[in-house]
């Protein structure tokens, strides 16, 4: 007899800075999205795949949605968002805490209109203080009639992720499985190196400054001595940010570098040479070699 497989998709929504990197994260249990409490950190969608013996669970983080940064990109983000959640098995609704917002009523409105079930993630249950509140929010959200599933979380901890991962299961139509049971994510090398570079220089920017790059891996070669060579673009708006970007006499491209060098390393187990461009448009671009302490003008 043949062996019966389950398997479906499950869209993360949320408002920026819910947590659905982390809760990604943790289901999986690879880090296969960048997290930093920078709004907006996601840029794309992000997709993790978890394998539990019959059960292939393939999640998709998306951009957060907000009022504050509405504007067209926002509205394409919609209406991408809206398609993905009318084609999913499940919708995993993430909210931050037990305080609700017109942001989530924003991303209420967004998942209401279609028949796909929907669990509602209280995340960062590790922050809530005066727990005996947990339970009337919970309740509010009972009243609201939308949702599969209410489930209390930490992605950080870990708290009740073995719950929610099993609520998920619970919900999989039986599938043929998409991908290897090997296989923890779509994306391929490139896109995991650039988004490692990419979390580094978030972190230590100006929030719209870390909003706007954009890394490029134009090539990864590995030599003979055993070592990585990585080159990437690091593609901004203006001179000003890269200014920024660069720092006084190439300080903190220098120090940013470094800090994604040696993520590369633990990734690879291997020495890497990376060098890094800062690049306007198609215009002249700088370089700076994380491994050596002159600044080069191209």
């Not at 929010?137 to 939308?146: A, D, F, M």
């Amino acid at each position: 007899m043949k062996q019966k497989y389950y398997c479906g998709t499950i869209v993360i929504v949320g408002k920026p800075n819910a947590g659905k990197s982390t809760i990604i994260n943790s289901l999986v249990k690879t880090k296969v999205s960048i997290v930093s409490k920078r709004p907006h950190t996601t840029q794309c969608d992000i997709i993790g795949i978890q394998n539990d013996g019959l059960f292939q669970a393939i999640y998709i983080d998306t951009p957060g949605i907000s009022y504050k940064h509405f504007n067209v990109n926002n509205v394409i983000e919609k209406c991408y968002i809206n398609k993905l959640c009318n084609n999913a098995t499940l919708i995993l609704f993430v909210l931050d805490g037990i305080t609700w917002t017109s942001e989530d009523n924003l991303i209420l409105n967004l998942v209401k209109h279609n028949t796909i079930p929907v669990i509602a993630v209280i995340n960062k249950n590790d922050k809530i203080l005066q727990k005996n509140n947990l339970l009337p929010y919970i309740e509010s959200l009972r009243k609201k009639k939308l949702f599969e599933e209410i489930v209390p979380i930490s992605g950080k901890t870990g708290e009740n992720i073995h719950l929610l991962s099993k609520l998920v299961q619970a919900l999989l139509p039986i599938s043929k499985i998409r991908f290897p049971t090997t296989q923890k994510t779509s994306y391929n090398l490139y896109f995991k190196v650039q988004e490692i570079i990419r979390e580094k220089f978030i972190f230590y920017l100006g929030e719209e400054v870390s909003y706007s790059i954009r890394i490029i891996v134009e090539s990864i070669c590995f030599k003979e001595k055993k070592m990585y060579v990585i080159k990437a673009l690091i593609v901004v708006k203006n001179n000003q940010h890269k200014q920024i970007i660069v720092g006084k006499k190439g300080t903190k491209i220098k120090f940013c570098g470094t800090l994604a060098r040696q993520e590369l390393e633990k990734y690879f187990k291997h020495k890497v040479y990376l060098s890094l461009f800062v690049k306007k448009d198609n215009k002249k671009y700088q370089v700076y070699n994380v491994h050596q302490k002159k600044f080069l003008q191209k």
